[in-house]
């Protein structure tokens, strides 16, 4: 009697220490029986690219706040005064214009995309966002390639205090 269960699966990749460096990714289904492999994908290459901008800041009303990798396991939430954000990201562009995609957006307490930039060396969200007492709040800040590939993402939380 086969079992009725189905079977799950999940692929995390984090960002590589070597930015610009080539990677194999390749998924396995495992009988959980007998942990025999019953069948495996085909290799997938990926060179992981190297972000060609410095000193990635992200400013909340002004001061900048420490950046957590996107891919990382902890939440570390920073305290802010509740009331109106101002949010921003800097960064300093090697010699060559932007090639990024640069995008600010929040995963709580909703999931919303507030800039896409394209060029410069700031990416400013053009409104205020308003974080309550005790409200915790989740921003990302990406940079992706023209073919719209992650680049690098970084993370930073936030919990409103009274």
């Given amino acids: 009697m086969r079992s009725s269960r189905r ?10 220490a ?8 390749r998924s396995f289904l495992i009988d959980p029986a007998t942990h025999e492999v019953l069948t495996r994908s085909a290799p997938l290459r990926r060179t992981w690219p190297a972000l060609r ?38 960064w300093r562009p090697d010699a060559e214009p932007l ?18 930039c394209r060029s410069g060396a700031s990416c400013p969200v053009p409104q205020t966002v308003r974080i309550l007492a005790n409200q915790e709040m989740s921003w990302i ?12 993402a970084y993370r930073v939380c936030l919990v409103g205090r009274a």
């Fill in 7 to 16: 079977a799950r699966c999940a692929f995390v990749a984090t960002t590589p």
């Fill in 18 to 25: 070597a930015a610009g460096s080539t990677y194999q990714f």
């Fill in 53 to 90: 901008v410095r000193a990635v800041r992200f400013l909340v009303n002004g001061r900048s706040k420490p950046l957590s990798e996107f891919f990382g396991t902890t939440d570390d939430y920073l305290p802010v005064s509740a009331g109106e954000l101002r949010v921003e990201a800097q």
């Fill in 99 to 116: 090639r990024y995609t640069v995008a600010i957006s929040t995963t709580e307490p909703k999931k919303r995309h507030y800039v896409t």
């Fill in 141 to 152: 800040l990406t940079f992706r390639a023209r073919d719209r590939s992650l680049v690098e």
